[in-house]
């Protein structure tokens, strides 16, 4: 069945580093992709998404590219801040209307 | 998404009680979900609804039930049978133009 694999965490950094969580999806056929973040306490937020092969989402100094022909769409971005602390999840939708999600990855970002 | 609201943000129960669980939203969206989120195990589907009286089982339906008797409003009963109620429980809604999902702040259900 569809499913999607994140790197686990945590993932820490120092300020300024840059960043890649890696995402890959099984599918059989052509899914949307989606980032979603996630602050401590609260709901997911949509970061980016991509809805077709070569399409590169971006938001707030992140960016993936919906790779098909690796099957990933891994989260990069150049300069981490503290700010950026969080759960971010990697989710697919595909066939119906069920989004499917990694287990998350925790990054901690310090000063 | 600041047009998709739950309450409470924090639900004490004890064991063997039903717990109802509130999800509002004033944005006209057709879709609602219900997941259930647990430490290091992503989110799982509980319930969804496409359109108002009408509702499916998701991946873990088992314990809870479900109405939509209005557009605005899906809430999610946890009933004594669910096994481990304890959980942080976002609802969603299905934005048709973007085909992309939305959630609400959550509510942290403890169960004592």
């Known amino acids: 069945g569809d499913s999607v694999t994140q790197m686990e965490g945590p993932v820490t950094l120092s300020e300024e580093a840059c960043l890649t969580i890696?995402?890959?999806?099984?599918?059989?056929?052509?899914?949307?992709l989606f980032w979603y973040v996630q602050y401590p306490g609260e709901g997911l937020q949509l970061l980016l998404k991509?809805?077709?092969?070569?399409d590169k989402g971006s938001n707030k100094g992140f960016e993936a590219t919906y790779r098909k022909e690796t099957t990933s769409f891994h989260l990069e971005k150049g300069s981490v801040q503290v700010s950026d602390s969080a759960v971010y999840f990697c989710?697919?939708?595909?066939?119906?209307?069920?989004?499917?999600f990694g287990k998350g990855t925790r990054l901690h970002i310090l000063p | 998404d600041g047009g998709i609201t739950q309450s409470p943000k924090y639900l004490f129960r004890k064991e063997g009680q039903n717990v109802t669980l509130s999800c509002e939203q004033n944005?006209?969206?057709?879709?609602m979900y219900w997941y259930r989120q647990d430490p290091g195990q992503g989110l799982r589907l509980i319930y969804y609804s496409q359109i108002v009286n009408d509702f499916q089982k998701g991946d873990i339906a088992e314990g809870y039930s479900v109405s939509r008797e209005k557009k605005e409003s899906f809430p999610l009963t946890v009933t004594s049978a669910q096994k481990n109620p304890t959980a942080f429980y976002l609802c969603?809604?299905?934005?048709?133009?973007?085909?992309?999902?939305?959630f609400g702040p959550g509510t942290r259900l403890t169960v004592l």
């Open positions: 890696n995402c890959t999806y099984t599918a059989t056929g052509y899914p949307s």
């Open positions: 989710a697919l939708k595909w066939r119906d209307d069920k989004i499917i």
């Open positions: 944005l006209n969206h057709d879709a």
């Open positions: 991509a809805t077709k092969a070569d």
């Open positions: 969603a809604i299905r934005d048709r133009g973007t085909d992309t999902q939305y």
